[in-house]
């Protein structure tokens, strides 16, 4: 079935957006590497089911000695395109894990 014109616009606005929003990820998971943080993306953003209004998920394994001012800077300082969430796999229950687990 073909788009309509609104979806082919959304369609891409999207395709526009992950453009931009890719090398700003990618740039963040590199400052947190270079703290010394272990993180990983989860979610849409890393299942391929990111839409318009998704936001990132950073999932913080080992934070290592880095502070939380310091994980939220390194990634604010580079992903501008989206919201993102930090979540720290400590900080979760069981029952989060899971979900988490379900989403990488």
Do not use: C
């Not at 839409?51 to 580079?78: C, K, M, N, W």
Request: hydrophobic share 40%.
């Amino acid at each position: 079935m073909a788009m309509s014109p609104y979806e082919r616009i959304e369609r891409r606005r999207l395709e526009d957006r992950l453009a931009r929003l890719r090398p700003q990820v990618q740039a963040a998971m590199e400052n947190l590497a270079a703290l010394g943080v272990r993180a990983r993306i989860v979610g849409s953003f890393a299942s391929g089911s990111f839409r318009t209004h998704s936001d990132v998920d950073f999932l913080i394994e080992d934070p290592r000695d880095a502070s939380i001012g310091q994980i939220y800077e390194a990634i604010a300082s580079r992903v501008r395109e989206a919201p993102f969430d930090v979540v720290y796999r400590d900080w979760l229950s069981e029952g989060g894990r899971a979900i988490m687990e379900k989403t990488e």
